[in-house]
């Protein structure tokens, strides 16, 4: 990277950063990549509201009985902690930053399809996670991210409704950013990039842009369903009114399963991205890559039952989805098995971003394999409810999604601002991230097993080494967030300029200026074969 | 208890070293997996490092040969976890005829226990060693769920319907109990101790209690207090010889069918009178919705039970005018399949 020979021209070029100043200019903004920055800035604030109360909840752990918080505050944080993790930092994360601000650049494009309603996204976003914010300074909720029924509808004593207001608002946005990207991605193709061009970042986009589409208006039905019984009495969940606590069950992880999924295809397509450019290969096997990213989007569907294996369904009823869920697996496993094979022979370089990559495969086949015991009936109902499940979801969201959304920020970081961030504290950054998620999360599969359930903030007195090393790795992973925080924003100032390609990669995003220009290319752009690493000259860049 | 720091949960059940069987598998193929993804990753990482700048790699587009080998492994080794994992699952929800049932209540945040024999606890269970336990289990108000590690068995526990749950315990000693479905604010305090004790100290903790009286001596009191007996037998249909056997009834959307009278029946027919009408009576009977306690409903449920029931072979039909039975005080059988009486779980 020292490498690139500096362009003084680059100071004067016109950008979409340097187009305009004002406040009027980024709040109206219709570029995507203008919004994508705005929704970069909303999710790391989310990040850090959520993040904090993990680390009151941990610090509240390290002993059995710890009087650092009561009981109701302590539902409060998890509860807190799994709203704004889940609705307003996961499932935005990755689409609405990196995929609102690649999206065009990788197919080509302008823009989106629809910029205004791009805008309209933000804003419904930004809404929904106020009310929720609201609902915290009001006092909190206590039902847990999953609002199970009748005690989120008829037993809390908590402000339910305003927090599902704001999930419900949020919802929308997510529905048109899918409506925007399926569109875009359907119409709004360069010459030349036919659908099995496409990066694999598109594809599992795509797949992404499916499921919000199609699943996030039934959690909007169920969860306006919970506030029709909370404020009029209508009987739909609660057995005492004539419901069925059951049915919320179901349509809830009918929208929340798909939603993991949500959160992590997009990782997956920017692990894609990073493997193939840090080994310079073309990627291994891309067709089944794509089409697992759709099969996954699709799978995804057909599984939500196995959180309900001791819910009190039938025992067949749990064979269907057990055999489901394991189904799923195998394109997950797919991915990790091409992702191996394009490092084979690679001329692989250990930069942040593939350091982020390298770490996303290894906790995600942790996460991964880990999934295949709570698929299986008989283990299951036993480790259900427990820090067991907590481990496995978090290797899946943090190990996976968080790192890969780290690393994508790293990868197309120089794309979005000009500036090259400091690679020494980018490398060990990554390294502590690594280190310190293992440490707390690793001892939870340990504590899951002996059956410390979840959501408990007191617990037996033989579960405290565990807990022990849990918090201390939770410190490490603060440290580990809070150095990228640090040296991104310095960056800004002072990181040397990035040239259009720094690490010298395939894909149209690089063949525009660092940061580009408001219309994206000067000339619109002709796609070749993806992943031409064997034809790119590295010598002359 | 045992509260030292150990590795593994303890085996205190018949169905623990089952489970711990499989995990054992699952964690074999787990750790083979996550060696060879990590080891793979490191030896590419150092064999094939970018050794200078201008370095440029083979061109490898894929091979469909390895992804169908790396399809079909996978879903090889799938496929028997699912099957194993079924296997242990289906024993785990199939309980022996000679299981001995224990009525558990979940309540905001307590655990209601009740022994057949009468003796009631809160937040402990007692059970004898080696004797097969089928918990029959309801919530009064949320979502509970009824959990023992050192057993292996977990069930959600809800509101307006009964689950089960059953084991054999096999070691003699003090296990934890958990809730393990939040239900609010002192969530992480709903819990307990399973006690398995040797038999004959079973049976002097069951005698310890002089003024315990069995469910179904509960049940037959609240049935003549609420005036039950004013019309069953009488005007009602009868109940004597009513349990497990399939009864000719109206339901709520008129259609004339017959179902089975097992628990959950009985139950909706205390609190929802004219949800399953016997045919050839008309709807008389007040809901004991908002009268009844769900103990109280247990025990009515048993005192019913106690008037005879599977063992006769006649289906059950309507009455004929005036032959009313006399209740008796009989032992309850139960000789019902061990999955057919509950709405949930089987």
């Known amino acids: 990277m020292a490498s690139v020979a500096y362009i003084p021209q680059y100071d004067t070029r016109e950008t979409y950063l340097n187009t305009n100043y004002s406040a009027a200019s980024w709040l109206l903004t219709r570029d995507h990549k203008r919004i994508a920055i705005l929704y970069m800035f909303s999710i790391t604030l989310f990040f850090a509201i959520g993040g904090s109360a993990a680390v009151i909840m941990r610090l509240q752990l390290l002993t059995p009985h710890s009087s650092l918080v009561e009981a109701e505050t302590y539902n409060k944080l998890f509860t807190l902690h799994g709203i704004v993790m889940v609705f307003f930092f996961l499932v935005p994360s990755i689409p609405t930053t990196l995929g609102n601000f690649l999206v065009p650049l990788m197919i080509g494009a302008r823009d989106l399809a629809f910029p205004r309603i791009n805008l309209l996204s933000w804003y419904l976003f930004i ?57 875009t991605i359907h119409k709004m193709r360069c010459p030349g990039m036919t659908w099995f061009r496409l990066p694999l970042f598109i594809w599992s986009t795509y797949a992404t842009s499916i499921i919000f589409v199609l699943a996030t208006p039934v959690l909007a039905i169920t969860l306006a369903l919970v506030a029709l019984e909370r404020i009029l009495g209508v009987g739909i969940f609660d057995p005492n009114l004539g419901g069925d606590p059951i049915l919320f069950q179901h349509m809830f992880w009918f929208y929340s399963h798909p939603a993991v999924y949500i959160m992590i295809l997009p990782g997956m397509g920017v692990v894609s991205e990073l493997i193939t450019a840090f080994s310079r290969k073309h990627v291994f096997g891309y067709e089944y890559i794509a089409m697992a990213s759709l099969s996954i989007a699709v799978l995804g569907f057909l599984v939500w039952a196995h959180h309900m294996f001791i819910a009190g369904i039938s025992i067949y009823g749990g064979m269907v989805f057990s055999i489901l869920s394991f189904l799923v697996a195998i394109p997950s496993a797919i991915k990790v098995f091409n992702w191996m094979a394009t490092l084979y022979k690679g001329s692989i370089s250990l930069e942040t971003p593939m350091l982020y990559a390298l770490g996303f495969i290894g906790l995600f086949t942790v996460g991964g394999l880990t999934g295949l015991f ?28 968080v790192m890969a959304y780290m690393g994508g920020l790293h990868f197309w970081w120089p794309k979005m601002t000009g500036k090259l961030y400091p690679e020494w504290w980018g490398r060990i950054s990554a390294i502590i991230l690594f280190l310190g998620f293992n440490l707390t999360f690793f001892p939870q599969f340990l504590l899951g097993y002996l059956g410390m359930p979840r959501r408990y903030y007191a617990y037996a007195p033989e579960f405290q080494v565990y807990n022990v090393m849990s918090t201390a790795g939770a410190s490490i992973l603060a440290v580990g967030y809070l150095l990228p925080l640090g040296y991104l924003l310095w960056s800004l100032k002072w990181g040397p300029d990035a040239g259009p390609n720094p690490f010298k990669a395939a894909g149209l995003e690089w063949q525009t200026a660092s940061p580009p220009p408001p219309d994206n290319f000067e000339q619109t752009p002709i796609a070749g074969e993806p992943y031409n690493y064997h034809e790119m000259d590295f010598a002359n860049e | 208890m045992d509260t030292t720091f150990r590795l593994f949960p303890q085996q205190a059940s018949q169905g623990a070293v089952a489970v711990d069987h499989l995990v054992l598998f699952e964690l074999g193929v787990s750790v083979f997996f996550i060696v060879l993804i990590f080891g793979l990753i490191a030896y590419f990482a150092i064999r094939y490092r970018r050794r200078s700048p201008t370095e440029k790699p083979p061109y490898i587009p894929g091979s469909n040969a390895l992804e169908i080998t790396w399809t079909l492994i996978p879903l090889l080794i799938t496929v028997v976890m699912f099957g194993w994992g079924a296997k242990v699952f289906v024993d785990a929800h199939t309980a022996p005829d000679n299981a001995m049932e224990i009525f558990v209540i979940g309540k905001q945040w307590m655990w209601k226990i009740q022994h057949p024999e009468g003796r009631r606890e809160i937040n402990t269970l007692h059970v004898p060693l080696g004797q097969p336990i089928k918990l029959v289990m309801t919530s009064q108000d949320v979502i509970h769920d009824f959990s023992i590690p050192d057993f292996r068995v977990k069930q959600d526990v809800l509101p307006g319907m009964y689950t089960t749950e059953w084991f054999v315990p096999t070691r003699v000693g003090e296990y934890h109990l958990f809730c393990d479905q939040y239900c609010g604010a002192k969530h992480g305090e709903m819990g307990g101790t399973v006690v398995v004790c040797e038999p004959a100290d079973y049976e002097r903790w069951l005698a310890g209690d002089l003024t315990a009286e069995p469910p179904a001596l509960a049940g037959k009191k609240l049935f003549t207090l609420y005036g039950c007996n004013t019309c069953h037998g009488q005007y009602g249909p009868t109940l004597a010889g009513l349990y497990g056997h399939s009864v000719d009834i109206i339901d709520d959307h008129g259609v004339r069918r017959t179902v089975v009278a097992d628990e959950a029946y009985l139950r909706e027919s205390i609190i929802y009178p004219d949800a399953k009408l016997v045919y050839g009576y008309p709807n008389r009977m007040p809901s004991f919705k908002s009268t009844l306690s769900e103990e109280q409903i247990l025990d009515l449920i048993e005192y019913i039970k106690s008037l005879g029931g599977a063992a006769e072979t006649s289906p059950y039909v309507g009455p004929p005018i005036g032959a009313a039975t006399q209740p008796t005080d009989a032992e309850p059988k139960i000789t019902n399949p061990p999955f057919a009486n509950y709405r949930t779980n089987q």
């Open chain 1, 127 to 183: 809404t929904g996670g106020s009310l929720a914010l609201v609902s915290l300074i009001q006092g909190g909720v206590d039902t847990g991210w999953t609002f199970y029924t009748p005690y989120s509808s008829t037993f809390s004593n908590t402000h339910v409704v305003l927090a599902i207001c704001g999930i419900f608002i949020a919802g929308f946005s997510s529905i048109l950013t899918g409506l925007n990207f399926i569109v």
């Open chain 1, 374 to 401: 709570l698929a299986t009936l008989g283990i299951d109902m036993h480790v259900h409810d427990t820090y067991f499940v907590i481990a496995h979801f978090h290797y899946i969201m943090v190990g996976g999604a």
